[in-house]
């Protein structure tokens, strides 16, 4: 019995397109929304001191040892506009890298990204010496940009209905509104893309090469029938 060659990338696109779950990315942004209700609950998401408590991000507090602001800061955000943004893009985004890098991978990119877009931040204030309050999961969310950037270079261009050039577009929209816009930490942003694309390299080449194998077992499979 014999059925025609289905390349690595066709056993790619078959996994993109079934419908799964994913979840991991729901779980982050179910608690990115608690964390916004119980900050504005307990005191205002506005409150920049409310917001210190809670474990926004300030330079000179992490430089103390204060160091897992690098974190809970990725999931506070100052007021609804804010939170709506970065949830809606994790939304979309997330769903698409959670699938296409497994749930380790996507929270590989997401969580150390994030960690790169803040310690990126922190570097820049340190070096110009000026310090502010800063939250927000959106270098995180640009994380996944770099992510999704680097897969479509190694796939041609082009995944699903995403494209390299649309892709491209949207990541320098994204920054230019940053730079346009008063109180938007951009340094973040650019050590979360950078930091996102590097840190997806490793789950895409594992990724690729399990479906290489699997491709390859399939058409000695094949052939032997």
């Not at 897969?151 to 730079?179: N, Q």
């Not at 694309?197 to 194998?213: E, F, G, Q, T």
């Given at each position: 019995m014999e059925r025609p060659y289905d390349s690595g990338e066709d056993a790619l696109e078959r996994i993109l397109h079934r419908k799964q779950k994913s979840w991991v990315m729901l779980v982050i942004l179910v608690i990115n929304v608690a964390v916004f209700f119980y900050a504005e609950a307990t005191g205002g998401s506005d409150d920049v001191q409310h917001m210190i408590k809670l474990g926004a991000a300030y330079t000179p507090l992490i430089r103390q040892g204060e160091y897992y602001r690098l974190f809970t800061s990725m999931f506070l955000h100052f007021g609804p506009g804010h939170l709506f943004s970065n949830m809606l893009a994790l939304f979309f985004l997330g769903d698409f890298m959670e699938r296409y890098l497994g749930k380790i991978g996507f929270l590989l990119v997401y969580l150390g990204g994030g960690l790169c877009g803040n310690l990126f931040s922190m570097a820049m204030e340190l070096r110009g010496g000026d310090y502010s309050v800063s939250a927000g999961a959106s270098g995180a969310v640009f994380?996944?940009?770099g992510g999704m950037l680097v897969?479509?270079?190694?796939?041609?261009?082009?995944?699903?209905?995403?494209?390299?050039?649309?892709?491209?577009?949207?990541?320098?929209?994204?920054?230019?509104?940053?730079?346009?816009t008063a109180g938007i930490d951009v340094n973040a942003h650019l050590g979360g893309?950078?930091?996102?694309?590097?840190?997806?390299?490793?789950?895409?080449?594992?990724?690729?090469?399990?479906?290489?194998?699997?491709?390859?077992?399939d058409s000695r499979r094949d052939g032997q029938l």
């Open positions: 994380a996944l940009m897969a479509l270079l190694m796939h041609h261009g082009k995944l699903e209905d995403l494209t390299l050039r649309r892709l491209v577009i949207y990541i320098v929209l994204s920054l230019w509104a940053g730079f346009q893309l950078v930091g996102g694309a590097l840190l997806s390299v490793i789950p895409l080449l594992v990724r690729n090469s399990a479906h290489l194998r699997r491709n390859t077992v």
